[in-house]
């Protein structure tokens, strides 16, 4: 079925007064006009890392003609100090580190401080631009703007090797380095310091396409914000190839091609993904964890606020192994293991809803009965070493893998997709806790072995998850909940070990959904089109399509999903996640 999937989902933001404007000489004509010709006013110019200071400080350069420009950074701390700070944090690991409990401000020299102070101070006249990750630290100002960039742009830069790791200088080091630093201690103190400058900021900057900046006023993003936290929504998806990759995600989502296959889609991870905001003839790119940040009670729901703070819980993404080959063998950690070793609070249980598949396909999960543990990991120590192809079949079960079966993986337990199944992963968050085992012999994209992580691995495997538990517990479990004229509900899992929901409808005609108290994650895995409608006309009618993800943030009490006319006659289906009560 050929997928009329929206790569870019945008969410219309009402009113007609939104101050934006795009390219640096209308946003310098319109940050001056806020400075009504004072005699002095000073722009601090706030920057998530990575962020390209000079970009922006060249292109407002001609219009704003500033008497100054501070660069925050000379008061930052030397590299060295910087890697000190951290250096037991990152571990020698080119994957896992520890969370950092740092604040910016541990990251600047006071004196420096003092004296760039000193400096804005000592100028009586004129504009003054404090710009660079930490510019509110120096000065108040008299605007503060904050520049902002995805997750995804990040992770580009650092992969173009166009920016290394925030005080690190390491732009030509391995990306799972940097992606490392990034994710253990920068986006950290990062998000920090940006979520204590929430009540401060005057403009909001989005600076992820190059040369084409947008701003638009706080105000009106956090109307925007508010919207969104109110109505059903999409993340902007985007997709990476992998050494695994298949052919579905590029057949049936209309993908560009690539020369590697595409692997990975990820629709559904705020702390990843983006949103496109319209205001009025312009699209402003943010990212969705400041919705998160923003948005906390409206969104996930009072219940799961207070147990996960201002943190998505749940995240949606795809595997794509059709035509392609096996994932890692692998396992995650438990939740103590991930406590005590990470630093994280709770960890990636997850499960595989099979969106399609080949015939044969297949998936590795659980120990056979009576495995000899250790000498399971002597072949995994020898495979890893190179000395033996790893005999997966004599140690792991394999299961067949149909469409629309759903395979439950609480942590600690061996798992991984074969070849020829298209993935629909609804785990938990913490998604880079990943102990690859065996990888098949395969190097990575980049031409060098993919990590493996059998020291932490062996630590967490659950032996006892072995093929009669695994049949039990893991596969098949499909529960029939509730009927209604049209419609069938169905619990597919996850596992009582997993604070993870899953509920399958499959209707022909409207179906009544009820909030929990929680955030719903959903996707349309059977049928052409849908709408999601408000009973109480609260929000505007809100059209998915085959395999795309949405978000029904807790706000919303009570939503109806029914086949659209061009679906009339089809029996459709959506998985819908929530945190349990």
Same mark, same amino acid.
């Given at each position: 079925?050929?997928?009329?999937?929206?790569?870019?989902?945008? +969410?219309?933001?009402?009113?007609?007064?939104?101050?934006?404007?795009?390219?640096?000489?209308?946003?310098? @004509?319109?940050?001056?006009?806020?400075?009504?010709?004072?005699?002095?006013?000073?722009?601090?110019?706030?920057?998530?890392?990575?962020?390209?200071?000079?970009?922006?400080?060249?292109?407002?350069?001609?219009?704003?003609?500033?008497?100054?420009?501070?660069?925050?950074?000379?008061?930052?701390?030397?590299?060295?100090?910087?890697?000190?700070?951290?250096?037991?944090?990152?571990?020698?690991?080119?994957?896992?580190?520890?969370?950092?409990?740092? *604040?910016?401000?541990?990251?600047?020299?006071?004196?420096?401080?003092?004296?760039?102070?000193?400096?804005?101070?000592?100028?009586?006249?004129?504009?003054? +631009?404090?710009?660079?990750?930490?510019?509110?630290?120096?000065?108040?100002?008299?605007?503060?703007?904050?520049?902002?960039?995805?997750?995804?742009?990040?992770? #580009?830069?650092?992969?173009? @090797?166009?920016?290394? *790791?925030?005080?690190?200088?390491?732009?030509?080091?391995? !990306?799972?380095?940097?992606?490392?630093?990034?994710?253990?201690?920068?986006?950290?103190?990062?998000?920090?310091?940006?979520?204590?400058?929430?009540?401060?900021?005057?403009?909001?900057?989005?600076?992820?396409?190059?040369?084409?900046?947008?701003?638009?006023?706080?105000?009106?993003?956090?109307?925007?914000?508010?919207?969104?936290?109110?109505?059903?929504?999409?993340?902007?998806?985007?997709?990476?190839?992998?050494?695994?990759?298949?052919?579905?995600?590029?057949?049936? +989502?209309?993908?560009?091609?690539?020369?590697?296959?595409?692997? &990975?889609?990820?629709?559904?991870?705020?702390?990843?993904?983006?949103?496109?905001?319209?205001?009025?003839?312009?699209?402003?790119?943010?990212?969705?964890?400041?919705?998160?940040?923003?948005?906390?009670?409206?969104?996930?729901?009072?219940?799961?606020?207070?147990?996960?703070?201002?943190?998505?819980?749940?995240?949606?993404?795809? #595997?794509?192994?059709?035509?392609?080959?096996?994932?890692?063998?692998?396992?995650?950690?438990?939740?103590?293991?991930?406590?005590?070793?990470?630093?994280?609070?709770?960890?990636?249980?997850?499960?595989?809803? !099979?969106?399609?598949?080949?015939?044969?396909?297949?998936?590795?999960?659980?120990?056979?009965?009576?495995?000899?543990?250790?000498?399971?990991?002597?072949?995994?120590?020898?495979?890893?070493?190179?000395?033996?192809?790893?005999?997966?079949?004599?140690?792991? *079960?394999?299961?067949?893998?149909?469409?629309?079966?759903?395979? #439950?993986?609480?942590?600690?337990?061996?798992?991984?997709?074969?070849?020829?199944?298209?993935?629909?992963?609804?785990?938990?968050?913490?998604?880079?806790?990943?102990?690859?085992? &065996?990888?098949?012999?395969? #190097?990575?994209?980049?031409?060098?072995?993919?990590?493996?992580?059998?020291?932490?691995?062996?630590?967490?495997?659950?032996?006892?998850?072995?093929?009669?538990?695994?049949?039990?517990?893991?596969?098949?479990?499909?529960?029939?909940?509730?009927?209604?004229?049209?419609?069938?509900?169905?619990?597919?899992?996850?596992?009582?070990?997993?604070?993870?929901?899953?509920?399958?409808?499959?209707?022909?005609?409207?179906?009544?959904?009820?909030?929990?108290?929680?955030?719903?994650?959903?996707?349309?895995?059977?049928? *052409?089109?849908?709408?999601?409608?408000?009973?109480?006309?609260?929000?505007?009618?809100?059209?998915?399509?085959?395999?795309?993800?949405?978000? +029904?943030?807790?706000?919303?009490?009570?939503?109806?999903?029914?086949?659209?006319?061009?679906?009339?006659?089809?029996?459709?289906?959506?998985?819908?996640?929530?945190?349990?009560?």
């Amino acid at each position: 079925m050929q997928s009329k999937y929206n790569k870019e989902p945008i +969410i219309a933001v009402k009113g007609q007064d939104h101050n934006v404007c795009s390219g640096y000489q209308g946003i310098a @004509k319109q940050l001056m006009s806020q400075l009504n010709g004072t005699k002095k006013s000073v722009i601090v110019i706030e920057c998530y890392p990575t962020v390209r200071e000079e970009e922006i400080i060249q292109g407002l350069l001609p219009f704003i003609n500033p008497v100054s420009v501070i660069r925050v950074a000379s008061a930052a701390l030397p590299v060295s100090k910087v890697n000190s700070m951290v250096e037991r944090f990152m571990t020698n690991d080119r994957v896992f580190g520890y969370m950092t409990p740092y *604040n910016i401000q541990e990251c600047y020299d006071s004196e420096g401080l003092s004296a760039l102070r000193m400096q804005v101070d000592s100028i009586t006249e004129g504009t003054v +631009i404090v710009i660079g990750f930490g510019a509110a630290l120096v000065t108040e100002g008299d605007l503060l703007v904050y520049a902002d960039l995805t997750r995804w742009e990040i992770q #580009l830069r650092y992969r173009s @090797k166009e920016y290394g *790791n925030w005080q690190a200088d390491n732009q030509e080091e391995d !990306i799972l380095r940097k992606y490392k630093r990034g994710y253990f201690f920068e986006w950290r103190m990062a998000d920090r310091h940006k979520r204590s400058l929430f009540d401060r900021i005057d403009y909001y900057l989005d600076t992820n396409t190059k040369d084409d900046p947008k701003m638009v006023a706080w105000e009106s993003l956090l109307e925007g914000m508010a919207q969104t936290a109110n109505q059903p929504f999409r993340l902007v998806p985007y997709f990476d190839p992998g050494v695994w990759g298949g052919q579905w995600l590029e057949k049936h +989502i209309d993908l560009p091609p690539r020369e590697n296959p595409y692997a &990975w889609g990820f629709d559904g991870v705020p702390e990843e993904n983006s949103l496109y905001m319209q205001f009025g003839k312009i699209r402003v790119e943010v990212p969705a964890i400041n919705l998160v940040f923003l948005q906390p009670q409206a969104l996930l729901g009072e219940k799961v606020y207070a147990r996960f703070g201002a943190e998505f819980p749940i995240r949606f993404d795809f #595997l794509d192994t059709v035509g392609g080959q096996n994932l890692s063998l692998q396992v995650h950690p438990t939740t103590d293991y991930i406590r005590e070793n990470f630093g994280m609070t709770y960890t990636q249980d997850e499960s595989y809803y !099979i969106l399609d598949a080949k015939p044969g396909a297949h998936v590795y999960m659980g120990v056979k009965e009576g495995v000899d543990r250790g000498k399971m990991l002597e072949d995994l120590e020898k495979a890893q070493q190179g000395d033996i192809a790893f005999p997966a079949e004599e140690y792991i *079960n394999i299961f067949p893998a149909e469409k629309h079966d759903h395979f #439950l993986i609480p942590a600690g337990t061996i798992h991984c997709s074969g070849s020829d199944c298209m993935v629909l992963e609804i785990s938990a968050t913490p998604y880079i806790f990943t102990f690859k085992l &065996w990888d098949w012999d395969r #190097l990575g994209l980049d031409g060098k072995p993919r990590p493996v992580h059998l020291e932490h691995g062996s630590k967490v495997i659950q032996w006892d998850r072995t093929t009669s538990w695994v049949e039990k517990e893991l596969v098949g479990r499909v529960e029939e909940i509730a009927v209604g004229d049209g419609w069938r509900e169905e619990r597919t899992g996850l596992h009582e070990y997993e604070f993870i929901e899953t509920r399958r409808h499959w209707f022909s005609e409207p179906v009544l959904h009820q909030a929990n108290g929680s955030v719903h994650v959903l996707n349309l895995v059977e049928g *052409n089109e849908a709408v999601v409608e408000s009973p109480d006309h609260a929000f505007d009618p809100f059209v998915i399509r085959y395999a795309e993800t949405f978000i +029904i943030p807790a706000s919303i009490e009570r939503y109806v999903i029914r086949p659209t006319e061009s679906s009339s006659g089809e029996t459709l289906a959506t998985i819908k996640a929530y945190v349990k009560s």
